[in-house]
């Protein structure tokens, strides 16, 4: 929008911010929806698609009024204005933006429409994907029940029923399997802008199993009906081969009887006939080989099948039977042969039979080594075989001859004579009749053996071969097997693995139960490792066969290999991220507690998890809330409450209700606490377990106060609280105990119900607590006010007094039980007093008492009333009465009574008679008698220090307040020193009030320093707060040296004195005996040597507790003037004590001479 315009109307930049803010938003939410995808087929992901929808329609109808607003303002603003441009533009934003936001209202519509649609579909998928996956187990149960048996008719007969009865089943499941498909076609085609691997992969994997099943079923009834022809034709076939075996053995028979008729081979006719007869009877041997191989390899494979039953002795005689007249057939029908070619020349044929069968084998052996090497897949080999039984039967078919040209040449040898081979050779030279012979005999001699050895290699040599094809057939067989078992189960890991969502668009309460799934599946996979395993060996076995796995069969193991390393990967992966997802956003993160503060602040957490405060604007961080940084800015405005127990009490009631553990019940405490099983209260807790249990007590609170309860803001602040009283240095853990005792200290129950619980958690089984236990939880509970700087008025951090006069008050017994630690606790000890406080600033709260304040006129009188018992119808409010504000004629000291419920009629009586009876008392009575509200204990400085329980894990040095508390402490007593001490008509209680005024002096003095003096950080003030202190003791040191340079004049001018007169010398210090005094001078100068010596003992524990103080300091020079500045304090401290003694002597001396 041109900048004349918005000079000239300048309401028209507020409409431009509201409609830019609103075009923004509608546009980011348009961005949203288009990148927002659902698992189609995914129910639960679907719904929760729908639920965003919803909501995201209902924050668009939640932000119409916005539009309204701003199509009034628009219309107003045409209205007003004049200028033509403006109105121009006006109305076009208008248009564009009712435009767009009816475009991103439709778009919301239809996408929830869409997704309903989805849903429904996605629905009706499911419930058909469920009926095909059933219908494939079916299929694919009856198929695992398949196994091979014998081949009879009955049972062939009944396995092919069984296989029509499975394919007719297959045909009637079909219809399930189709429509399956048919819906997660329509689910692809209508949801393709969506993601649906999902339904892909799973419809890939029906189809892909019933495709199998199906082949499977087709082989197997192709397989069962070719058995069934078999073995209806096989007794058939066998009966008529051995017809004609006993037909050819006649023949074969007829012919060998005209061969062996003498003077045959005189007839060349006859022999000729005889040869034709035989080769017509050889031709029909010839054509019946194939006959004779089907039946015997038929034959043996119903023979196995058979094993074992009366039908298989049966068939195995009638196999032997026609094996044995097969063989005897092919042997006369050689004889025959062998018969009918004697002659002249017989000895030249069987040389040329030898040579033949010779380069016949050589040619096998050749063919037979080409079949090598193994092939490196079972469709190879099992091509291999199949060529291999047919050289086999080849090898078995010319058996026979190879035998009978060797029986031939064998009784040649032996049947002709010497003369007769000699006669058969013929040389071109003449040689001897005995050489001529010896060469026949000899050549024909070495091509037999040569023959026999060369056949007898040719068979080892294939019987060899067809071991190495069977063992590879084996292997190679349980290698596929594996391979396709392994790849289904991977196919199975993967389709679960292709539904995953990506992990930022899970809901934060699914990341556990995908985690669970994950898990699952990951022990569903482990098994898997095996399968590789055995995958591997398979192959490494082969490989030391020899055997050179095929390019697809090493690809394929690769494949397995890669997807079961990614399967592991991505289930890692996925583990790994749901379990930063959850660790980062599930319930037990702490990424909820991410809301709990508003920008430029940021939430952050530290390596030991606990949380600090990002502000981006002043680019500072620290380690309190800003809520809480406010609440505790707001409690200085308590600091004008003039009596510490209600100051602090009502300090603790405002961060008790900030912290809404008002609303907490100490059951609902308990329970909580039991929950998560805080039972050893000496075991620390780490900063997820605190969140946790504060989660957990909020939740319920949320539950009984929707409206009241914040539950991320309350847990980070109690947490930041609980961190800021027990774990000052932010190590991220504090004990089990101080836990329960913060928690349970600001909680709403009885008091003498806390007093109950608390014990109890220091008791031992028998339900006795000692003053070790008894001071932890002391300790703990004085961490509290601590933590407020308000620690010095309640005993101070030393828990060892008010132990003390716990186990005094049960008469100095060992270990004290409830009932007495209750009565101790009802007279309201000085350490524990601001409890009991804080229940009756709690009490009062909603108190309304019908008097009128004598100072401020309020009336009625909310919360606290006060009435004195000194004056008759005198009250004071709270107000009032904290601030310290009297009215004339009324003194702070006269005695008054605290009502924090409206009194009752008994109760104004016995005031009334109270005053009357203080009305005779005088104003020195009430003096010299004040009331004390609660038990006093010993102070820092008596008794013997006891050692104090170790607090929750802290750093080296004090925290803050802690150096605060101490240093305020010290002003304290140097304002004391300088005379509050001697001030008698201050009460004990303004004694303490002065402390505290101090503290608070000493606060504002911190804030009102210059912004460039003024430290910024913990580390910051605590060197400021170092230099202090050292400046202070050095302060300290040169008082205490001029007053003992002062006591020392003094001392020496009565020693003057003393010789002067001529009296003995002074006495040692432990010889002295004092004397009563004899005059008022001597009583003063007596009185005023126990003031001294009182003034010596408060400087003693003064430089003790300065030592203790400075035994604390970490840094070098601190380390280094630590003798020099302690040593010199004991070293006045002891010329002190000897002047001290010596003018108490010089004194009584005097009064001995006179």
Avoid at 601 to 630: F, G, L
Avoid at 712 to 724: I, R, S
Avoid at 755 to 774: E, H, I, M, N, P
Wanted: glycine fraction near 4%; charged fraction near 30%.
């Amino acid at each position: 929008m041109p900048s004349s315009l918005l000079l000239e109307v300048p309401a028209l930049a507020d409409f431009n911010r509201a409609w830019t803010e609103l075009t923004d938003w509608l546009s980011l939410l348009d961005r949203v929806l288009k990148a927002q995808r659902v698992m189609v087929g995914d129910l639960e992901d679907i719904n929760e698609m729908i639920i965003k929808q919803k909501a995201t329609l209902q924050d668009l109808e939640q932000r119409r009024p916005q539009l309204e607003e701003l199509i009034t303002a628009a219309q107003n603003l045409k209205n007003k204005t004049s200028n033509q441009e403006a109105r121009t533009i006006i109305t076009d934003r208008i248009e564009r933006i009712q435009s767009q936001w009816d475009e991103v209202q439709e778009h919301l519509q239809n996408r929830r429409q869409q997704l309903n649609e989805m849903l429904k579909d996605s629905t009706q998928w499911l419930e058909a994907k469920e009926e095909a996956e059933q219908v494939v187990g079916q299929a694919r149960a009856k198929l695992e029940t398949w196994k091979e048996g014998p081949y009879t008719m009955d049972a062939i007969q009944r396995k092919i029923t069984e296989t029509k009865q499975l394919a007719k089943d297959l045909r009637q499941w079909q219809i399930n399997v189709d429509v399956a498909n048919d819906l997660a076609l329509k689910l692809l085609r209508d949801y393709s802008a969506d993601d649906t691997r999902k339904v892909h992969m799973i419809t890939e994997n029906i189809n892909a199993s019933w495709a199998s099943i199906h082949k499977r079923v087709s082989e197997r009834e192709t397989a069962l009906e070719e058995t069934h022809r078999l073995l209806q034709q096989f007794p058939l076939d066998l009966e008529k081969f051995l017809a004609w075996l006993t037909e050819a053995e006649t023949t074969a028979n007829v012919l060998q009887d005209a061969t062996h008729k003498e003077r045959l081979l005189e007839d060349s006719k006859g022999v000729r006939e005889l040869m034709k007869q035989w080769q017509d009877l050889q031709g029909e041997i010839e054509a019946h080989t194939d006959i004779y191989h089907n039946l015997d390899e038929n034959g043996q494979k119903i023979l196995r099948s058979l094993e074992g039953s009366d039908d298989a002795v049966l068939l195995q005689r009638r196999l032997d039977n026609m094996n044995f007249k097969w063989s005897e057939l092919r042997k006369k029908s050689l004889n025959i042969r062998s018969h009918l070619e004697a002659s002249s020349d017989q000895w030249k044929r069987l040389h040329l039979s030898l040579q033949e069968l010779l380069v016949w084998l050589q040619l096998k052996d050749d063919e037979l080594s080409r079949q090598a090497p193994i092939g490196g897949d079972f469709p190879a080999v099992q091509k291999q075989n199949d060529i291999h039984r047919a050289f086999k039967r080849e090898l078995k078919t010319k058996e026979p001859v190879i035998m009978s040209t060797l029986e031939t040449v064998r009784i040649f040898l032996t049947e002709q004579p010497l003369e007769g081979l000699e006669k058969l050779y013929q040389e071109p030279r003449e040689l001897p009749p005995e050489e001529k012979a010896q060469n026949v005999t000899r050549l024909l001699r070495k091509q037999a053996e040569e023959v026999n050895t060369e056949w007898e290699k040719l068979n080892l040599h294939s019987a060899d071969w067809q071991r190495k094809i069977d063992e590879a057939l084996e292997r190679l067989q349980e290698l596929q097997e594996a391979t396709d078992e392994l790849d289904l189960k991977l196919r199975q890991a993967e389709v679960i693995k292709g539904s995953w969502q990506p992990v930022g668009d899970l809901l934060i309460d699914s990341l556990q139960d995908h985690l669970e799934k994950v898990k699952a599946l990951r022990g569903e996979i482990a098994p898997l490792k095996e399968n590789v395993s055995h995958v591997s060996d398979l192959a490494r076995q082969l490989t030391t066969l020899g055997i050179q796995l095929s390019p697809y069969n090493l690809s394929t193991l690769e494949d397995l290999n890669t997807r079961w390393k990614l399967l592991q990967v991505a289930v890692e992966d996925r583990i790994r991220q749901l379990h930063e997802a959850h660790r980062d956003f599930g319930p037990a993160s702490q990424h909820f507690l991410s809301t709990s503060v508003q920008g430029p602040w940021e939430r952050a957490i530290s390596p030991n998890k606990v949380p600090y405060y990002i502000n981006h604007e002043t680019q500072t961080t620290c380690w309190d809330h800003p809520k809480m940084t406010e609440l505790y800015q707001s409690l200085a405005d308590l600091n004008n409450v003039r009596f510490s127990a209600y100051r602090t009490a009502m300090k603790l009631r405002r961060l008790q209700k900030a912290l809404c553990l008002d609303l907490l019940s100490l059951s609902a405490a308990c329970d909580a606490l039991d929950q998560h099983n805080l039972k050893q209260n000496d075991q620390p807790m780490d900063i997820l377990q605190i969140i946790n249990c504060l989660t957990t007590i909020y939740d319920r609170l949320e539950q009984e106060h929707n409206n009241l309860v914040n539950v991320p803001l309350c847990v980070d602040m109690c947490l930041n609280w609980l961190l800021n009283v027990y774990d000052t240095g932010r190590t991220g853990r504090i004990r089990v105990l101080s836990f329960k005792t913060g928690i349970i200290s600001l909680c709403k129950a009885h008091l003498e119900d806390k007093y109950r619980y608390l014990f109890k958690q220091v008791a031992s089984s028998t339900g006795f607590c000692d003053q070790r236990r008894l001071g932890l939880l002391l300790h703990d509970s004085i961490q509290i006010p601590r933590q407020l700087g308000e620690v010095a008025s309640f005993g101070g951090s030393n828990i060892e007094p008010s132990v003390r006069s716990c186990f005094q008050f049960a008469n100095n017994k060992p270990e004290i039980e409830a009932a007495l630690f209750l009565d101790w606790m009802r007279l309201e000890p000085q350490s524990m007093v601001w409890l009991p406080v804080l229940h009756r600033v709690a009490a009062a709260e909603t108190a309304k008492h019908q008097a009128k304040c004598n100072i401020c006129k309020e009336c009625p009188i909310i919360g606290f009333r006060y009435r004195s018992l000194k004056h008759f119808n005198y009250d004071i409010c709270q107000s009032c009465f904290f601030s310290g504000r009297v009215a004339k004629g009324h003194k702070m000291h006269y005695p008054m009574v605290e009502y924090c419920t409206p009194t009752t009629s008994g109760e104004d009586v016995r005031d009334f008679a109270k005053v009357l009876k203080n009305k005779f008392r005088t104003k020195r009575y009430f003096a010299k008698h004040p009331r004390m509200g609660y038990l006093p204990v010993q102070t820092v400085l008596e008794g013997d220090n006891m050692e104090t329980p170790a607090s929750s894990p802290q750093l080296s040095h004090d925290d803050t307040h802690s150096r605060i508390e101490h240093y305020a402490s010290r002003l304290a007593e140097m304002e004391n020193s300088s005379g509050s001490y001697l001030n008698d008509s201050i009460s004990p209680n303004e004694s303490i009030d002065d402390e505290h005024l101090l503290i608070q002096h000493y606060c504002q003095s911190l804030n009102q320093d210059s912004p460039l003096s003024q430290p910024r950080s913990p580390a910051q003030i605590l060197i400021s707060l170092e230099s202090e202190e050292r400046g202070e003791l050095e302060r300290i040191l040169a008082d205490l040296e001029e007053e003992n340079r002062n006591l020392q004049a003094e001392y020496d001018r009565l020693k003057e004195q003393h010789e002067h007169k001529g009296l003995s010398p002074l006495p040692s210090p432990p010889e002295m005996m004092p004397t009563s005094p004899q005059s008022p001078r001597d009583a003063e100068l007596i009185a005023e040597a126990k003031l001294l010596r009182q003034h010596k003992g408060r400087l003693e524990a003064r430089m003790q507790i300065l030592e203790d103080h400075n035994k604390q300091k970490k840094y070098p020079w601190e380390a280094n003037e630590r003798g020099h500045n302690v040593g010199s304090l004991f070293h006045l401290a002891d010329d002190l004590g000897r002047a001290m003694e010596s003018l108490v002597s010089v004194m009584t001396d005097e009064e001995g001479a006179e």
